[in-house]
């Protein structure tokens, strides 16, 4: 199969499609790196919540310049619209507050902290859900296991009670479909909240070695965080570390199964899962775009652009673009390895980036360790779609178990 996502109707450039946008992110490139317009999908989007005036990144240069320069393109954007659920996160802080808490909640995801979570929660986690489908020869991978194991791991990270988890996994959804429906993720915004607190209470009472514990304990020039902070924090997890992780392993996941040959020599040689990891956030990058705030009248690639305006940050278009790779709408996980830009770059590239490799290097180990012989069934025509979150539908498959 050439292209995994091969759609005629998609592939003019003239208009965005959900299916396939990487035509249309094509046609602007062709035209330069910043265009005035928007890479977003705006149709569900109420007249009163869309931006009044957009601009677009789309070439490599000009999504890492934009993204280099937080004074001019700034990040807080983030606080009028999923600061509204999540409340005041890093993300759209800037400066010293940015730094001061970062550097805390970065001491979390250290090294030897990922080096214990390997085998204790994430190998554990992914077995275990195997061992719920493995007899039955058949499964739909992102319900049975790219959602359920990253959503399980972080619940595990932040030291959450198990009986917890179907509050947690319901609130989670809530909370990532915002687009859709408000008043439901506002609702589990508040509940999150409610028990975020009761769990701070807690770890105050008796101190836990958990993500959740070390927030409780860590300090910033002496001062405890606020109560407010931590939970803010915990929240944004949910979009930040659960959605991504398991959009993008389901899209790994879909690109192997729809490329055979390449899931053949993966099965072959372990040392090309790293380099599939890489090639599945480069080519189908589970989020394709981030915003930015313009403060000042400025200048992008030659592109005059007025101070107020909000500029579209395209990380799918970047990963594609032909001045950095060659042959860029192949997925190739031979390819020389040219770094992505999925994480971003600048002052708030992806905190969790190291964690989420290691998830999807591991959800795939354990898949190779227990199962062979996968083939992805055309059942609901599984595909990769959605703008800017994507990933598959769904992943039916049948294999056969290793003895
Ligand atoms: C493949 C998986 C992931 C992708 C593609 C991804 C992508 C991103 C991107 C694009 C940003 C920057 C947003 C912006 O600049 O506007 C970001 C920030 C962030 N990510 Fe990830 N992420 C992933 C997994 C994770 C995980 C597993 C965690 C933690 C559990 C995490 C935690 C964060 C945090 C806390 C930030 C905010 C950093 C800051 O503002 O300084 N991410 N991520």
Redesign the pocket.
Known sequence: MDSPIADPAAQTGDTLELRDPYPYFAARRREGGVFHGTVMDYSRTPESLRPKDTYAAVSYSAVSSA?RNNRVFS?AL?DSTIGVFMGP???A?HGAR?KAH?AL?TTA?KPQSLMRWEPEIVRSICDALIDEFAERGRADLIREFTFEF?TRV?AR?LGLPEADLPFFREAAVAIISYADKVPRAMRASVDLKDYFVEQIEQRRRTPTEDIIGDLVAAEIDGEKLSEEAIYS?LR??LP???E??Y??SGNLLYLLLSHPEQFEAVRRDRDLIGPAVEEG?RYE???TL???YVTEDTELEGTAIPRGAVLD?C?GSANRDENRWERPEEFDIFRKHVPHI???A????????H???M??RVALHCLLDRLTDFTLLAEGDPHIFGQPFRSPNSLPVTFDVLR
């Open positions: 993204l990040s983030y996160t890093i993300l802080m940015h970062r909640v995801f990253p972080i990270l924090f944004l997890l930040a570390g659960l991504t992780t959009r993008s956030l990058t589970p989020l981030v915003q930015r940050v990380l999925s994480f971003t600048g002052a708030h590239t992806c905190l969790g980036l964690l989420a490799r998830e999807t």
